[in-house]
């Protein structure tokens, strides 16, 4: 059974930080892109940072230079540390994993992020 399990989310003030993680269980880890992504309220989901098996990444213009990710395929698990936060990043933060080639796709629970005064 496939696991994703985000943790380390929770209520920051503006210009704070957060680290997110995810485990993941029940796949080959270092086979998968790792990718999060959050929903706003009202808003689609939409991409924030990946990181492919290569260790290649990629950001939302958003986070560019305020969030990155990272994965530690020795304990399948993968890191979004987020800094400089803005109100605007407040949403429900998923973590996914991704097999292209096989058309895999898996989601964790999400994880709520508030940025708040």
Not at 36 to 41: L, N, T
Not at 67 to 92: C, G, H, W
């Amino acid at each position: 059974q496939v696991q994703l399990v985000e943790s380390g989310g929770g209520l920051v003030q503006p210009g704070g930080s957060l680290r997110l993680s995810c485990a993941a269980a029940g796949i080959v880890f270092r086979n998968y892109i790792m990718g999060w992504y959050r929903q706003a309220p009202g808003k689609q989901r939409e991409s924030v940072a990946t990181i492919t098996t290569g260790g290649s990444l990629d950001y939302a213009d958003s986070v560019k230079g305020r969030f990155t990710i990272s994965r530690d395929n020795a304990k399948n698990t993968v890191y979004l540390q987020m800094n400089s936060l803005k109100p605007e990043d407040t949403a429900v933060y998923y973590c996914n994993a991704n097999y292209f080639s096989l058309g895999v796709n898996y989601w964790g629970q999400g994880t709520q992020v508030t940025v708040s005064s």
